[in-house]
């Protein structure tokens, strides 16, 4: 179990610096986009296209950092605020399951469909750049996502052996 933070305790890092890395490339890209439109009346048109695959990341991505948290996604907590004991222990473990299965499909997805890309070697419209570069940012941060939602469950099922429900 220690090992395995420490090793998530890494990969937090690495999440972080690209997050920051990702949102100030977006930040700059659509900002000067912005000056070019009102000031020189010409738009950078492969911005746009850029700066929607960086969003995709950055939207995975969070949502990777969010589920490391208890209770960092959304998500309906009707039912499970009033459960307690291990009646709340087996729903978040039911939960986190079938997140994990949910994330191994969108990971599956995501290597298919960058494989697809691959092989049939596409390109974007603007960039001209492969699109498989864009689709590979899915499994990424699927296997985040999963490695975050372990974490998750180590984290919630620990603290219910020790009776911290």
């Known amino acids: 179990m220690k090992t395995y933070k420490k090793i998530m305790h890494g990969v937090v890092k690495v999440e972080n610096v690209i997050m920051a890395v990702t949102l100030v490339v977006s930040l700059v890209l659509t900002f000067a986009n ?52 291990s009646a709340r222990l087996v729903q978040k473990l039911v939960a986190n399951v079938f997140s994990i299965i949910y994330c191994g499909i969108l990971t599956w997805q995501g290597i298919g469909r960058t494989m697809a890309d691959f092989s049939q070697n596409t390109h974007t419209f603007v960039l ?15 296997v985040c996502l999963i490695l975050h939602f372990i974490e998750n469950t180590f984290d919630f099922l620990s603290a219910g052996k020790e009776g911290k429900n």
């Not at 969010?66 to 004991?85: I, N, P, Q, T, Y």
């Not at 750049?129 to 699927?142: L, T």
């Open 128 to 142: 001209h750049w492969p699109r498989w570069i864009f689709w590979f940012f899915v499994p990424v941060c699927g």
């Open 34 to 85: 912005v000056i070019g439109r009102k000031a020189l009346n010409h738009s950078l048109t492969w911005v746009d296209e850029l700066v929607v695959a960086l969003f995709v990341l950055i939207s995975l991505m969070g949502a990777a950092l969010a589920c490391r948290e208890d209770g960092g996604l959304v998500g309906l907590s009707l039912v499970s605020d009033r459960l307690k004991g």
